[in-house]
């Protein structure tokens, strides 16, 4: 029978780099800092009265519980693609 798809690949990755494997961390302001720049890059400027804000700002202002939401559903995102944030997220067996 053949290597299984899930292994095939991975133990020589592995050794090649076993970092790649073990994560980022982020402090929690780095993390805030990298939702707002993904907030920036995919929506519009806002226009409240004329005046234009930048998306994560005006939300930061608008509805920061709705924002804080967004940004636990941001770190949720980061933990699936093996990044923790300091005191949110952990490694596995950390």
């Given at each position: 029978?053949?290597?299984?798809?899930?292994?095939?690949?991975?133990?020589?990755a592995?050794?090649?780099?076993?970092?790649?494997?073990?994560?980022?961390?982020?402090?929690?302001?780095?993390?805030?800092?990298?939702?707002?720049?993904?907030?920036?890059?995919?929506?519009?400027?806002?226009?409240?009265?004329?005046?234009?804000?930048?998306?994560?700002?005006?939300?930061?202002?608008?509805?920061?519980?709705?924002?804080?939401?967004?940004?636990?559903?941001?770190?949720?995102?980061?933990e699936?693609?093996?990044?923790?944030?300091?005191?949110?997220?952990y490694?596995?067996?950390?």
């Amino acid at each position: 029978m053949g290597t299984p798809i899930f292994t095939e690949g991975f133990i020589e990755a592995f050794n090649e780099d076993p970092g790649q494997f073990v994560g980022i961390t982020y402090s929690e302001r780095e993390a805030l800092e990298l939702f707002d720049e993904h907030l920036d890059e995919c929506y519009d400027w806002v226009k409240i009265c004329g005046m234009e804000y930048d998306p994560s700002r005006a939300w930061k202002v608008v509805d920061p519980i709705a924002y804080r939401c967004g940004f636990n559903d941001f770190v949720s995102q980061l933990e699936e693609d093996h990044r923790y944030v300091e005191g949110i997220t952990y490694p596995p067996n950390s």
